[in-house]
């Protein structure tokens, strides 16, 4: 099996609800949400600019007044990280077209408007690693059992804010704070399961408390498959909706996914279709250290060391030029010593930064001199 095919291998476990390798945030493929609507605990990584984009329509048997019954958007999701490695900030905004009827009658009209606006954050708190059984050649069914610590899921927290700057339709009464926890347990190599637990639209009159629960499948390379069960728990009625969906990685950077969804939202019931991609710009640069045989880190060496003198004299001779480049059309004035002190008292050469570093380099090749002799 080559390079290429095992990465895209273990990679691509989680894609549809954030695949990612078990020991580290970055992944060399795309780990996208999409199309589920769960949320990995897991970031994208430093330096990875994200976006995960998806058209949808939904339909429901809503006929009452200011209630969209039918509604067609585009959704919109950025994520990156660049504090910390495990700290992601991300971005949701949706914006749709919506029928909605006047009353209890034929009558409607349509409404373009944003739906969704928040900020968040979320911070991966713990993260659950797990022993390597392919190393293990003495019992086979110790290589194939269960690895009961899979049950003990990776945790992160998530605070978000949803904005007011929504249409009439959707519009709160005020700006809301959203928080939440995020769990996923790899059961296996091809199979996880990630919840979600949020507290929602906070100190509003719609807030609400929902959970997400997604099954992802991992059919082969390229493939992947999930089922989704969402609720949401209003004061007024419960919104639950159930969907499956299929992503497939195109290249290493780009995903391209579609769902399925049966709504059920109070006495009400319908069904929702998305179709969208999740592409990546990736500027991630690991931080490495050199290792020798032993696995002990390498000390640096006194060639390794002149060469660093030198590429810092160089970089000092640049400065130098950058200063003269300040000060140059400025009129310095220099105080004249008399004649009589210029006789009796001796001036001292100084030093300049350019002599200094070639005197720096000389004792230094004569300490490696030394050194080999």
């Known amino acids: 099996m080559s390079k290429t095919t095992l990465k895209y291998k273990l990679t691509f476990l989680l894609i549809c609800a954030s695949f990612l390798t078990i020991n580290a945030q970055y992944t060399n493929v795309i780990n996208s949400n999409k199309p589920g609507l769960s949320e990995s605990p897991y970031g994208v990584g430093s330096g990875v ?91 086979w069914r110790k290589r194939n059992a269960f690895d009961k610590k899979r049950l003990i899921p990776s945790v992160a927290i998530y605070a978000g804010l949803n904005t007011n700057f929504l249409g009439e339709v959707h519009k709160t009464n005020k700006v809301s704070p959203k928080l ?4 996923q347990n790899d059961l296996s190599k091809n199979f996880n399961i990630i919840t979600n637990l949020y507290y929602d639209k906070i100190g509003t009159l719609d807030e609400e408390f ?3 629960i997604t099954g992802t499948f991992s059919l082969n390379q390229r493939w992947s498959s999930f089922f989704e069960n969402q609720s949401a728990y209003k004061k007024e009625r419960t919104d639950t909706n ?23 939202e109070g006495e ?4 929702y279709l998305s179709i969208g991609a999740s592409y990546r710009i990736d500027n991630h640069r690991d931080p490495f250290t050199e290792l020798d045989d032993n696995g002990n880190p390498l000390e640096e060496t006194a060639i390794e060391k ?11 001779i640049l400065n130098l030029f950058k200063k003269n480049k300040k000060i140059e059309g400025i009129n310095i004035k220099k105080k004249k010593r008399g004649r009589f002190f210029g006789i009796f008292k001796k001036r001292k050469k100084k030093e300049s ?21």
């Open 49 to 139: 600019y994200q976006f995960e984009n998806s058209i949808f329509y939904k339909d429901t048997s809503i006929k009452f007044g200011n209630q969209p019954s039918q509604s067609v958007g585009f959704d919109l999701l950025f994520r990156t990280s660049f504090f910390l490695e495990k700290l992601e900030i991300s971005t949701q905004l949706s914006y749709q077209r919506d029928k909605i009827f006047k009353g209890i009658n034929t009558n409607h009209y349509f409404k373009n408007n944003l739906s969704k606006a928040t900020i968040g954050a979320k911070y991966l708190v713990f993260q659950k690693e797990f022993d390597d059984k392919s190393i293990e050649v003495r019992s």
């Open 180 to 183: 939440g926890v995020l769990l």
């Open 210 to 212: 929902s959970y997400i």
């Open 242 to 264: 159930i969907g499956v969906g299929l992503a497939y990685l195109f290249t290493r950077d780009l995903q391209i996914n579609t769902s399925a969804r049966g709504i059920f």
């Open 268 to 271: 009400t019931d319908g069904f």
């Open 306 to 316: 002149l060469n660093r003198k030198k590429s810092r004299f160089f970089n000092r």
């Open 353 to 373: 930064e350019v002599q200094k570093l070639e005197r720096e380099i000389k004792e230094l090749e004569k300490e490696i001199k030394k050194d080999d002799n």
